[in-house]
């Protein structure tokens, strides 16, 4: 089973930019679609953005598109998210899914998380 870690939330002022990266161990990190996810307090986890095992196609929720991009490489293990503009509503902790079937996004219940990375937008 995959195990992946997060890294690369904090603080940002509302219009900044975070970037951030899960690694991912295991030798067969090329086989599985990856995703990122996010929880606000008192709300429900909900999905971000995903892509494929390849890297060729991507998904995002109507929320982030236009200021979030999801990329992988596939030799150093790892995926990331680039959240530009960001905005106090995208405060949350987001957490890294890896799954067999790209289908299966944007569905919470599939696949490994890791632990998540804290995002703090101030206005």
């Known amino acids: 089973q995959v195990q992946l870690v997060e890294s690369g939330g904090g603080l940002v002022q509302a219009g900044g930019s975070l970037r951030l990266s899960c690694a991912a161990s295991g030798r067969t990190f090329s086989s599985y679609a990856m995703g990122w996810f996010r929880q606000a307090p008192g709300k429900e986890r909900e999905f971000v953005a995903a892509?494929?095992?390849?890297?060729?196609?991507?998904y995002y929720s109507d929320s982030v598109k236009g200021r979030f991009t999801i990329s992988r490489d596939n030799v150093q293990n790892t995926v990331d998210l680039q959240m530009n503009n960001l905005k106090p509503e995208d405060a949350a902790v987001y957490y890294c899914?890896?799954?067999?079937?790209?289908?299966?996004?944007?569905?919470?219940?599939?696949?490994?998380w890791g632990q998540g990375t804290q995002v703090t937008v101030s206005s």
């Open positions: 892509i494929s095992r390849s890297g060729g196609s991507t």
């Open positions: 899914n890896a799954r067999n079937a790209y289908a299966d996004y944007p569905k919470v219940r599939f696949g490994s």
